[in-house]
């Protein structure tokens, strides 16, 4: 009769844990592994058939990246792709939970494995607290937030298993503090910059790079909508330049462009008093 024991069985986390522990960032210097470049980076770009997920797309791939690139519109990606032998079409409803794994299961045959998996997902349209719509709130809620926990589950179990990886969630400035016309748009990217901060906090011990990504204002077909003055406007050629030099870099936010990122992080550092009659002066006239 054999008395020996079993082993108890693993739990998730220690099914995950990294072989050797990884070493805490230092107190200075890039917060994250940096880069050499993209080249032969398998990436997963989900939100990349317009705007700054579609330039993301492009220059990763001009720098010799390995791309799948995820959007509802098949025939948008196949214009984003073209011309790229490296690029891979995974078309993906972002609030259809299992198509998120369908997908992965997809590009990780293709690609054999993500190296790097890019939240650039938004739905926008400017609104007061008093033009939103329940319905319309909800949705732009699940599209810009709730879906990333659909992907999250979907990449990392495969890059927890082999102890690397990276996730980059692109929030916006607008989550830092409580824009006026952003009253559903704000929220949903005040919880992406929290989630990314938690991400780092459980991920980076485990092996896992993580990056937030705030843009200011960006032209695209969402900041359009828009019917006042944007300071310190930028191309998405831009912004995907600064987004890619901040990932090889390895830092942990990326924000930009300076100049306008400095005064809305100093704006919410300031007493609630003083920051509500900024806003009735210059924003709310």
């Given at each position: 009769?054999?008395?020996?024991?079993?082993p108890?069985?693993k739990?998730?986390?220690?099914e995950?844990?990294p072989?050797q522990?990884?070493?805490?960032?230092?107190?200075?210097?890039?917060m994250?592994?940096?880069?050499?470049d993209l080249r032969?980076l398998?990436?997963?770009?989900v939100?990349?058939s317009?705007g700054?997920?579609a330039e993301?797309?492009?220059q990763?791939l001009?720098?010799?990246?390995?791309?799948?690139?995820?959007?509802?519109?098949a025939?948008a990606l196949?214009?984003?792709?073209?011309g790229?032998?490296?690029?891979?079409?995974?078309p993906?409803d972002?609030l259809?939970?299992?198509a998120?794994?369908d997908?992965?299961?997809?590009i990780?045959?293709?690609?054999?494995?993500?190296d790097?998996?890019v939240f650039?997902v938004?739905k926008?349209?400017?609104?007061r607290?008093?033009?939103v719509?329940?319905e319309?709130?909800?949705?732009?809620l699940?599209?810009?937030?709730?879906?990333v926990?659909?992907a999250?589950?979907?990449a990392?179990p495969e890059?927890l298993?082999?102890?690397?990886?990276?996730?980059?969630?692109v929030a916006?400035?607008a989550?830092?503090v409580?824009l006026?016309g952003?009253?559903?748009?704000g929220?949903?990217?005040?919880?992406?910059?929290?989630l990314?901060?938690?991400?780092?906090?459980?991920?980076?011990?485990?092996?896992?790079?993580?990056?937030l990504?705030?843009?200011?204002f960006?032209k695209?077909?969402l900041?359009?909508?828009n019917?006042?003055?944007?300071?310190a406007?930028?191309?998405?050629?831009?912004?995907?330049?600064?987004?890619?030099r901040g990932i090889?870099e390895?830092?942990?936010?990326i924000h930009?462009p300076?100049r306008?990122?400095f005064?809305?992080?100093l704006l919410?550092l300031?007493?609630f008093r003083?920051r509500?009659m900024?806003?009735?002066?210059?924003?709310?006239k």
């Amino acid at each position: 009769m054999n008395t020996q024991t079993r082993p108890a069985p693993k739990s998730v986390a220690q099914e995950h844990e990294p072989a050797q522990p990884v070493r805490p960032a230092p107190l200075f210097g890039p917060m994250n592994r940096p880069l050499q470049d993209l080249r032969g980076l398998r990436i997963w770009l989900v939100g990349a058939s317009s705007g700054i997920g579609a330039e993301l797309a492009r220059q990763a791939l001009a720098a010799g990246a390995r791309v799948a690139l995820s959007a509802r519109r098949a025939d948008a990606l196949e214009e984003v792709a073209a011309g790229h032998k490296e690029a891979f079409i995974a078309p993906l409803d972002v609030l259809c939970r299992d198509a998120w794994r369908d997908q992965h299961a997809r590009i990780v045959q293709a690609l054999g494995g993500v190296d790097l998996l890019v939240f650039c997902v938004a739905k926008y349209r400017p609104e007061r607290s008093w033009e939103v719509q329940e319905e319309e709130a909800e949705h732009t809620l699940r599209t810009n937030l709730a879906s990333v926990y659909s992907a999250l589950g979907a990449a990392l179990p495969e890059m927890l298993a082999r102890g690397s990886g990276g996730i980059a969630l692109v929030a916006s400035v607008a989550g830092y503090v409580g824009l006026p016309g952003a009253s559903v748009y704000g929220p949903g990217k005040a919880a992406l910059i929290n989630l990314a901060e938690i991400l780092y906090s459980d991920l980076r011990p485990r092996g896992l790079n993580v990056y937030l990504v705030n843009p200011g204002f960006v032209k695209t077909d969402l900041t359009d909508l828009n019917d006042f003055p944007m300071p310190a406007l930028q191309t998405p050629q831009q912004a995907a330049q600064a987004i890619w030099r901040g990932i090889v870099e390895g830092r942990f936010e990326i924000h930009f462009p300076l100049r306008f990122t400095f005064w809305l992080k100093l704006l919410r550092l300031l007493p609630f008093r003083l920051r509500f009659m900024l806003f009735q002066r210059f924003l709310l006239k």
